[in-house]
């Protein structure tokens, strides 16, 4: 068994380089909690995983988090040594009552400098002052790493890695931004898959009572040079995709409580995941209702689950 820690070279992760010196008390039990989680995941990952690893933290630390979410949940991963093949494989395979479900991992990043980046804010203890929170920019990058990804997958089948009958997921974290985004009512995944725009909410002035609420429609995503269609699940030509993973979970913040793992069906899907598969927090599943969609989580409670046109 490797340490994940091992690696040296140059180019290396400034977080990587952190974690492995450890120089903290926090430093090393967030070191010492990778270790162990790379003991459970060293024999499904790639050969290349430990550079990988120390290059691009968040982007492996996802894929790595995932498979271990997995084999916790009782999942069966198929090992490395069945995956690789010449040409490459999806990051992740799950072996389940004869059916294979692939998953694509990414974490897109901030974005390149100007008006489509996603700044951080600076805090009003360091001067800054109150600004709008980076949703268009986030929604603006999750779509590209879902495009990316949705490409990949499209090749794979070609190539005949992916079978015609398998399962295919593109699983996008959020861990560099997610802190800028919210989770309710809606995760921004929700948002840049479908044309959900900002909430609404209409009062009675007179009792004070809710009227109405729900989301306004919004098709396009405004962006620097030209706006972007938010469509992709009502869109034939993402059939090949059968759900997307969302997630804020990150090196920075490994609990639960406070960064769910949500799962979006494509209501479009040629091979669609069955719903309950049971790993999931949230579970978004959409549903034709007269000339539009209704989308909820099946996983909420009756009393609160959210509905939305």
């Known amino acids: 068994m ?46 290349d995983f430990p550079q990988g690893f ?16 997995l084999l916790e949940a009782g999942r069966t991963l198929l090992p490395v040594v069945d995956r690789q093949r010449q040409g490459g494989q999806p990051d992740l395979c799950v072996l389940d009552e004869g059916r294979r479900i692939w998953i694509e991992a990414i974490a897109p990043d901030e974005g390149a400098p100007g008006p489509d980046q996603i700044v951080r804010p600076i805090p009003i203890n360091e001067g800054g002052g109150l600004v709008a929170a980076p949703i268009r920019q986030a929604q603006l990058r999750t779509s590209g790493a879902f495009w ?28 560099r931004f997610g802190v800028y985004v919210a989770e309710r009512p809606l995760p921004l995944i929700m948002t840049t898959l479908f044309p959900i725009g900002d909430a609404y909410i209409t009062i009675d002035r007179a009792t004070g009572d809710v009227v109405e609420e729900g989301f306004h429609a919004a098709p396009l995503i405004d962006r620097a040079r030209n706006p972007i269609p938010r469509t992709a699940f009502l869109d034939e030509r993402f059939a090949d995709v059968s759900g997307v993973i969302w997630s804020r979970v990150g090196l920075g913040n490994l609990s639960r409580r406070g960064r769910p793992i949500t799962y979006v069906h494509n209501p479009l899907a040629h091979v669609p995941l069955p719903t309950n598969w049971g790993v999931w927090d ?14 909820s989580d099946i996983l909420a409670p009756a009393d609160a689950a959210e509905a939305h046109r």
């Open 282 to 295: 949230r579970e978004f599943v959409a549903t034709p209702n007269g000339d539009g969609w209704e989308a």
């Open 148 to 175: 990316t990804k949705a490409q990949k997958i499209a090749l794979y089948i070609e190539q005949g890695v992916i079978a015609p009958e398998d399962t295919r997921i593109v699983a996008i974290s959020a861990s």
């Open 54 to 69: 120390a290059r691009d933290v968040d982007g492996r630390f996802w894929e790595m988090y995932l498979g271990c979410t």
């Open 2 to 47: 490797t340490k994940l820690f091992d690696v040296d070279g140059a180019n290396l992760d400034r977080g990587f380089m952190n974690l492995k010196a450890a120089e903290s008390r926090y430093e090393q039990q967030l070191h010492d909690q990778i270790e162990a989680m790379w003991a459970t995941y060293e024999p499904y990952a790639d050969p």
